[in-house]
T-cell receptor, first 114, second 114 residues
Framework: NAGVTQTPKFRVLKTGQSMTLLCAQD?????MYWYRQDPGMGLRLIHY???????AKGEVPDGYNVSRLKKQNFLLGLESAAPSQTSVYFC?????????????FGPGTRLTVL | KNQVEQSPQSLIILEGKNCTLQ??????????LRWYKQDTGRGPVSLTI?????NTKSNGRYTATLDADTKQSSLHITASQLSDSASYIC?????????????FGKGTTLSVSS
């Protein structure tokens, strides 16, 4: 099993550009999450999904959109990137019990917005 | 407000020495507490989980303790190795009306030197 994979690993954008980060998991998990991690701060939840076709806002959703068209994939989109979105983005997934259950994290995507 | 505070922020120890990392939380109602290890450039990986009724949980050279009365947890690392160099994140689950929420600490960065 590959676990949780993320693409791309690195990306540099100019302000105003758009991009999509892809997260895939092969563990048949119901719950999937997108976090951002900034220096000196804990992981912050952007959006999450409790199952195929569902999405919900987390702690810092502004400027991001997500989609969960397939159970194994969770996409994070930036429609108009801003320098404040420079961060490391982590995707995670967990079993049906949700947030209280162990979350399995991907390797991260390092995004720089110039 | 639900918060998780970790100390120290960073720590440097010699290989073979023991160390203890601290986690204080003000989370209610409490569900469980996890310690994650995050290697540089990687996603976090769960080390231990403890519920309200558990005082101690071990995973190899890692031993976590929980005092639910004082709302404190510690992670003790025995006979440290160079591979223990990482960030250690305390994560507390809280039950709320929407289900369960995760509150992440900012982490303690541990450097083990030879």
């Amino acid at each position: 099993n590959a676990g949780v994979t993320q693409t791309p690993k690195f990306r540099v954008l100019k302000t105003g550009q758009s991009m999509t980060l892809l997260c895939a998991q092969d563990m048949n998990h119901e719950y999937m999450y997108w976090y951002r991690q900034d220096p000196g701060m804990g992981l912050r939840l952007i959006h999450y999904s409790v199952g195929e076709g569902t999405t919900a806002k987390g702690e810092v959703p502004d400027g991001y959109n997500v989609s969960r068209l397939k159970k194994q994939n969770f996409l994070l989109g930036l429609e108009s990137a801003a320098p404040s979105q420079t961060s490391v983005y982590f995707c995670a997934s967990s079993f049906q019990r949700g947030f209280g259950d162990e979350q399995f994290f991907g390797p991260g995507t390092r995004l720089t917005v110039l | 407000k639900n918060q998780v505070e970790q100390s120290p922020q960073s720590l440097i120890i010699l290989e073979g020495k023991n160390c203890t990392l601290q986690c204080n939380y003000t989370v209610s109602p409490f569900s469980n507490l996890r310690w994650y290890k995050q290697d540089t450039g990687r996603g976090p990986v769960s080390l231990t989980i403890m519920t309200f009724s558990e005082n101690t949980k071990s995973n190899g050279r890692y031993t976590a303790t929980l005092d639910a009365d004082t709302k404190q947890s510690s992670l003790h690392i025995t006979a440290s190795q160079l591979s223990d160099s990482a960030s250690y994140i305390c994560v507390v689950s809280a039950l709320n009306q929407a289900g369960t929420a995760l509150i992440f600490g900012k982490g303690t960065t541990l450097s083990v030197s030879s």
